[in-house]
């Protein structure tokens, strides 16, 4: 009787010992696995065209997280290899991947649908303008953009000297140093600033000019286009290019210039300009057309590099049929 009561007991000692195992056991490797998805790897999926050919919408891919995923990110740029990386361009933004075209003290443009870094063209960052029309210099900065200076530690940058793309890229810069940067905008008529104007009929945005979204406020094509809308009701037009009918906004002002104007700040401050501290990149989309990058939002620190897409594990595309095919040619392969 004895006996059976010790072998009963040991049995359920040798049960919950195997029990307390088996969960430390699972407790190590679940742990492992999380810090390895935190702060080594992880897998994403592909969500936009900016990056075709060489990744897909639908592309699963392995991501190889900071700060092992380049050089990059411990400040030592380099440009020559094109590195595509995992990039936040601004705060409460979202990720997108894009690819290294230059770096801090760089000068960029774009000329007729060839990018240029420091007067020398670039063969990856080329718009095919034999197949495809170039869009008119004052329409987009995809195909046509002024020279601009990738910014650099120790510079200065004082916004009253910038052009209107400059002072948004200044700010979006300023932004990724600053969280509490924020840009006001204002309309000017004649001499007099008017705060509360309000925008209507605008395609890309209608209502008060000083709470414009930071997704539009970070981006210099929507000021420009603004601008351009501004000038068309300047000359009397009713209609802003976009075929929505644009309409006279003016009111009262009616006949009198409008341009846009510039404040900004650094919490409740109004600041003149900043000294750059940080290291930053310029980011272009292998699709041309598709890509919206740093031609739109302007630099982006080296800081704000989440890491780098090394393979495509797998690949789910759906075709002009509407039809979501597995892409079997998209299994392990690597991001060049």
Same mark, same amino acid.
């Given at each position: ?85 995992? $990039?936040?361009? %601004?705060?409460?933004?979202? #990720?997108?991947?894009? @690819?290294?075209? &230059? ?5 960029? !443009? ?59 890229? $200044?700010?979006? %810069?300023?932004?990724?140093? #600053?969280?509490?940067? @924020?840009?006001? &905008? ?5 001499? !007099? ?144």
């Amino acid at each position: 009787m004895r006996l059976r009561f010790l072998d009963g007991l040991k049995d359920r000692l040798d049960m919950r010992l195997a029990l307390y195992t088996g969960a430390r056991q699972f407790a190590i490797i679940f742990a492992a696995g999380l810090l390895i998805k935190l702060f080594v790897c992880d897998s994403v999926k592909m969500d936009g065209s900016q990056m075709e050919p060489a990744l897909l919408q639908g592309d699963r891919m392995l991501i190889l997280k900071a700060p092992y995923a380049t050089p990059i990110i411990n400040g030592i740029f380099s440009h020559e290899n094109k590195q595509a990386v995992v $990039a936040l361009p %601004a705060p409460a933004g979202t #990720k997108t991947i894009l @690819r290294v075209a &230059a770096v801090s003290g760089d000068t960029v !443009s774009v000329d007729n649908g060839q990018f240029y870094r420091n007067r020398y063209a670039s063969e990856r960052f080329r718009k095919d303008t034999v197949s495809l029309d170039v869009i008119a210099a004052e329409y987009s900065p995809a195909d046509f953009m002024a020279p601009y200076r990738v910014p650099a530690p120790k510079d200065y940058i004082a916004f009253g000297e910038l052009t209107l793309r400059d002072l948004i890229f $200044a700010y979006s %810069a300023l932004r990724q140093e #600053k969280s509490n940067a @924020r840009i006001k &905008a204002f309309a000017m008529i004649g001499d !007099s600033i008017i705060e509360n104007y309000r925008i209507e009929n605008f395609s890309f945005y209608s209502g008060p000019i000083d709470s414009i979204p930071d997704e539009l406020a970070l981006n210099w094509f929507f000021w420009d286009r603004l601008q351009g809308y501004l000038n068309i009701l300047n000359s009397g037009g009713g209609d802003d290019g976009d075929g929505d009918g644009g309409g006279n906004a003016i009111g009262n002002w009616s006949g009198e210039r409008v341009q846009l104007a510039f404040s900004v700040f650094k919490g409740k401050k109004e600041i003149a300009g900043f000294k750059v501290k940080k290291r930053y990149m310029f980011l272009m989309g292998d699709n041309w057309t598709g890509a919206k990058d740093s031609r739109y939002f302007g630099p982006v620190a080296s800081g704000r590099v989440r890491g780098r897409p090394v393979m495509t594990l797998w690949g789910w595309h759906t075709g002009e049929d509407g039809k979501t095919r597995f892409g079997g040619g998209r299994i392990f392969k690597f991001v060049r």
